[in-house]
Nanobody, 116 residues
Framework: QVQLVQSGGGTVQAGGSLTLSCSAS????????NGWYRQAPGKSRELVAI???????RYGGSAKGRFAISRGGAKNTVQLQMNNLEPEDTAVYYC??????????WSQGTQVTVSS
């Protein structure tokens, strides 16, 4: 079992920046990858960014070079740096942990709102 706790959501103006952080606890030794996803009202959940345990990364199209995923200084943490935010980035953001390549655990999500 893995538990994920995230922080850093909120409201920002268009063009601003925001950093999300996610901390994992439990059986973290079996985590293969961590990620960030988001879901806007009435839309499906979409990939934002993924980082594996070799620090390889990939990004969804919505990132558009504006976002960066990285591992934090603290052990078993992952961050999402979001720059040049747009109103279209407004969504509930979730962090994830892929465990033993069999199951994905999710945080409860946090609201990110970008105003015009």
């Amino acid at each position: 079992q893995v538990q994920l706790v995230q922080s850093g959501g909120g409201t920002v103006q268009a063009g601003g920046s925001l950093t999300l952080s996610c901390s994992a606890s439990g059986d973290t030794s079996s985590i293969n990858a961590n990620g960030w996803y988001r879901q806007a009202p009435g839309k499906s959940r979409e990939l934002v960014a993924i980082i594996d345990n070799n620090d390889n990364t990939r990004y969804g199209g919505s990132a558009k070079g504006r976002f960066a995923i990285s591992r934090g200084g603290a052990k078993n943490t992952v961050q999402l740096q979001m720059n040049n935010l747009e109103p279209e980035d407004t969504a509930v953001y979730y962090c994830s942990a892929e465990w033993d390549r069999r199951i994905t655990f999710w945080s409860q999500g946090t609201q990110v709102t970008v105003s015009s």
